[in-house]
């Protein structure tokens, strides 16, 4: 390691940046999908596609962005995410310019791509950048810097996207072809600023990490490649089986109550207000996962992790089930702080699920990563049900998965008696790997 390689706290810093953009551009779909959903009168089903595709390229691309890493290593592997990210931002000015829905998608995916790449490389590389038994702790101001992201976002994309008028179902039927193209366009053109300021960012930020040299954290994937482990051989593991259910279950729940924040809170009997300001209270949904995050790099210091993780699903429990009962500001509140009591369950359950995985780390690692097509599926499932039986008590759904993390904090997460870890689990400890 020459005298030009940062140290392990400027790499931690480099690091948290990444989370930053990826939480603000992943919570920019917040204020896409109500929009997206006005221009094209989409139903929700349809209007849930921009977080199927989204969340589903986590699915696709995670493997191939593993053997990115394991070929390129870290930097380069950041470097070339930054990159697809930026080129899926710039693929939004096409999409407006010809007012395509399908491009939208195909912008979508392209965007998320580069993101997997991004958070395949990233939270191992910030668990492995220290002391393991701080790693939770780490990950959790990694992920507050990501919600600092998502809370950002949502106010500023509602004042740049959906500060426009927004004409209803009734308004847009009256149209002729000919005005119905044209306030398409004119609605569609809202999106392109926001996406290329984010990719001119993106890629100015892609220069700046390539100038540094990153640590390289390679031992412990090393060994697992020479160990030839299979996925199967992880799976065997119960806290990484379970985990990578409790990760599909965790980013599904908090993508769809996200996604529906927007029209729920407009409707008459709960918030009975704007849109634009309805995306306001989705800046603080996703800040009280940036402060639950900053509370938890603190609590996490001297709590299990495992208790607090089924601590705060219990409350989200509750908080969702208030919400189901309960109408106006009640109903409001308390979905809104739902986003409270998230904040913690990414970091830890990640956290726990690659726990005493050694050389199986990398491979653990990708199929946490991938459980985040969670985030496809969920809100995709809770739009066919709010088509249905309408948004409120599609809210169920959300209830069910925090009902299963619970489970997996006080119990599921635990490592099974019986379990054969891998020969060198111990000696290949991420403090060992990260040359500590």
């Not at 950002?152 to 927004?166: E, F, K, Q, W, Y």
């Not at 995050?293 to 495992?306: H, K, N, Q």
């Not at 050694?358 to 199929?367: E, V």
Request: net charge positive; glycine share 10%; with cysteine.
């Amino acid at each position: 390691m020459n005298d030009r390689t940062a140290s392990p706290r400027t790499a931690l810093i480099v690091a948290t940046t990444l989370f930053f953009m990826w939480g603000f551009i992943t919570v920019l779909n917040d204020v896409l999908i109500p929009h997206l959903k006005s221009v094209f009168t989409l139903n929700y089903a349809q209007a849930m596609l921009v977080q199927f595709i989204f969340f589903g390229a986590y699915f696709v691309m995670s493997l191939p962005a593993g053997r990115v890493i394991a070929r390129l290593g870290y930097r380069a592997s950041i470097v070339i995410g930054l990159g697809v990210t930026g080129v899926g931002a710039l693929l939004f000015i096409p999409a407006a310019q010809w007012v395509s829905y399908p491009l939208f998608l195909l912008a979508f995916f392209v965007l998320a791509s580069g993101i997997t790449l991004l958070q395949v490389a990233a939270n191992p590389y910030v668990c492995l950048l220290g002391e393991p038994r701080l790693a939770s702790s780490r990950l959790n101001l990694a992920q507050a810097l990501n919600s600092l992201g998502t809370t950002i976002a949502p106010a500023l994309g509602g004042a740049l996207i959906l500060s426009g008028g927004v004409l209803g179902a009734t308004e847009l039927s009256r149209l002729g072809p000919a005005d119905l193209l044209a306030y398409r366009s004119e609605q569609a053109a809202l999106v392109t600023g926001p996406y290329i300021g984010l990719a001119v960012t993106l890629f100015i930020l892609a220069v700046v990490v390539w100038l540094f040299r990153l640590p390289a954290l390679t031992e412990a994937t090393a060994r697992g490649d020479a160990q030839r482990h299979r996925f199967a051989d992880v799976l065997g593991f119960r806290h990484v089986r379970l985990g990578v259910i409790a990760i599909f279950l965790y980013v599904g729940a908090e993508v769809a109550i996200g996604s529906f924040l927007i029209n729920y809170l407009s409707l008459p009997g709960i918030g009975a207000i704007s849109e634009a300001q309805a995306a306001g209270y989705v800046s603080l949904y996703w800040g009280g996962a940036m402060i639950g995050r900053f509370v938890g790099f603190a609590l996490l210091r001297w709590f299990d992790p495992r208790r607090l993780l089924g601590l705060f699903a219990a409350i989200a429990c509750v908080l969702v089930a208030t919400t189901l009962l309960s109408q106006g500001s009640v109903a409001l509140w308390s979905i809104v702080a739902v986003g409270l009591f998230n904040s913690i369950m990414f970091p830890n359950i990640f956290t726990l699920g690659i726990a005493k995985m050694g050389p199986m780390t990398d491979k653990a690692s990708s199929l946490l990563i991938m459980a985040i097509v969670g985030g496809a599926i969920i809100p995709l499932l809770q739009g066919l049900l709010a088509d249905r039986i309408g948004i409120q008590h599609a809210f169920v759904l959300p209830l069910l998965c925090y009902l299963f993390i619970i489970h997996y904090g006080f119990s599921g997460s635990r490592i099974e008696d019986g379990s054969t870890l891998p020969d060198d689990a111990v000696s290949a400890s991420p403090a060992r790997a990260a040359g500590h």
